[in-house]
């Protein structure tokens, strides 16, 4: 079976620190790894998608790869109250069009 | 713009009734799956379709059903509608290619009470 594992928080930053976000997954074959923001009562939204061990920016969102640790971070800098939001992580593997997601991680930035 | 869409929004049926819910997509995706989301559960899959008339089931198929005539719609029938059914029900779609890279876009949702 193949797992995402995320803590479900809630995660509280206060405005402008930096929000990290994590996520460990348990397949050695997943190839592709995406962060998904997902507003209350809303559809998930792509943020990030990472397939290569180490870092990708955007803006103020930073992914971190480390496949050897089956690990996948999200970190948002100057966090926003905006940012207030579940953050989804989703893993897909070499051979699958199917994505596996975690049950997410609740964060809140206070103003 | 290309976009997918899901109706209704909302529903409120019985038990035992049939339902279906729509998903239309102007991507040109060939991939498209169903997603329920509860609390507690995140995000699981119950069908999914790789290109027209192929249907796979996903983690939690029972009691569901989906056809595709076509490329631009995946349809999601409750044969038989039990409470265990109420939930929000997200449509996406993603396009083919080697590697499972593609990035899954979603419908807004659509927000189903079983009474």
């Known amino acids: 079976q193949k797992e995402v594992e995320q803590n479900s928080g809630p995660l509280s930053v206060p405005e402008g620190a930096i929000a990290s976000l994590n996520c460990t997954y348990s397949?050695?074959?997943?190839?592709?790894f995406f962060w998904y923001r997902q507003y209350s009562g809303k559809s998930p939204e792509l943020i990030m998608s990472?397939?290569?061990?180490g870092d990708k920016e955007d803006g103020r969102f930073t992914a971190q790869l480390n496949k050897a640790s089956q690990y996948v971070s999200l970190l948002i800098r100057d966090s926003q109250p905006s940012d207030s939001a579940t953050y989804l992580c989703?893993?897909?593997?070499?051979?699958?069009?199917?994505?596996?997601f975690g049950p997410g991680t609740r964060l809140s930035v206070l103003p | 713009d290309a976009e997918i869409t899901q109706s209704p929004r909302h529903k409120i049926t019985e038990t035992g009734r049939q339902v279906t819910l729509a998903c239309h997509q102007t991507w040109n995706h060939n991939n498209m799956f169903w997603y329920r989301q509860d609390l507690g559960h995140g995000l699981r899959l119950i069908h999914y379709s790789y290109g027209v008339q192929d249907t796979n089931k996903g983690e939690v198929s029972d009691g569901y059903s989906v056809s595709r005539s076509n490329t631009e719609d995946l349809p999601l029938t409750l044969e038989s509608a039990a409470s265990s059914q109420t939930s929000v029900y997200f449509c996406?779609?993603?396009?083919?290619?080697?590697?499972?890279?593609?990035?899954?876009?979603f419908g807004p949702g659509t927000r189903l009470t079983v009474l």
């Open positions: 990472i397939y290569s061990n």
């Open positions: 996406a779609s993603s396009e083919t290619s080697w590697g499972g890279t593609d990035t899954q876009y």
């Open positions: 989703a893993v897909n593997s070499l051979t699958g069009q199917n994505f596996v």
């Open positions: 397949d050695r074959g997943s190839q592709s």
